[in-house]
């Protein structure tokens, strides 16, 4: 079955960094990749839909300069918090797949902003 | 765009007994109706699916039921075990947008 790695799976850092998190499909093209943000205890929001080669979407009130993402091959897109903040703390996942293929949840990746 | 509502948001029923979660959503655009698996800590995990054109799916203990016309589809378990304990997401997707439910926090009590 295919197979979507994320890393880190646990990050800490200082309030004003930035962190990078990288969503990966192993062994298949994900033309499309999902990141959602999950709270403890609450669902999954969707934040943005990126397409290989093109600007991701953004859905409303995710702030797109805080939220850099960039798709820039079929196997990898990237989630880069820019300086963040303890409130940015949370659980970020990705999916990744395509049309008539499915998709597949990375393991996620705790943020935890001091 | 699409609002995927889903109840209850938590359910705790005896071993053995049957579990059921429904969700509602408001695009009829919507085709393809996921279900997920939540264990804490871990990704969710797709565990059964339907597509539009069918009105029930079945896969062991687990089935679910599309209701188009009312815009509705729920998931059954049956004969519940202690390993089903977890939380349940469903989702309504068109082309390649997918739309979350709130979940479901499900105790199986031996």
């Known amino acids: 079955g295919a197979v979507v790695s994320q890393h880190p799976s646990r990050v800490i850092c200082k309030s004003g960094t930035s962190v990078k998190i990288e969503c990966r499909s192993l062994?298949?093209?994900?033309?499309?990749m999902f990141w959602y943000r999950q709270f403890p205890k609450q669902s999954l929001m969707l934040m943005a839909t990126s397409n290989e080669g093109s600007k991701a979407t953004y859905e409303q009130g995710v702030e797109k300069d805080k939220f850099l993402i960039n798709h820039a091959s079929l196997t990898l897109s990237t989630l880069t918090v820019t300086s963040a903040h303890p409130e940015d703390s949370s659980f970020y996942i990705c999916?990744?797949?395509?049309?008539?293929?499915?998709?597949?949840f990375g393991s996620g990746t705790r943020l935890t902003v001091v | 765009g699409e609002n995927v509502e889903q109840h209850p948001s938590t359910l705790s029923v005896q071993e053995g007994d049957s579990a059921v979660i429904k969700c509602t959503y408001s695009d009829s655009a919507s085709n393809y109706f996921p279900w997920y698996k939540q264990e804490l800590g871990k990704r969710p995990q797709l565990i059964i699916d339907i597509r539009s054109n069918v009105g029930e799916k079945k896969d062991q203990r687990i089935a679910v039921t599309l209701n188009k016309t009312a815009k509705h589809f729920s998931l059954h378990i049956t004969e519940t075990q202690p390993e089903d304990s977890a939380v349940y997401f469903c989702a309504a997707s068109w082309g390649n947008q997918f739309y979350f439910g709130t979940g479901t926090s499900l105790t199986v009590i031996p």
């Open positions: 999916s990744a797949g395509a049309r008539d293929y499915g998709y597949t």
């Open positions: 062994d298949f093209q994900a033309t499309t």
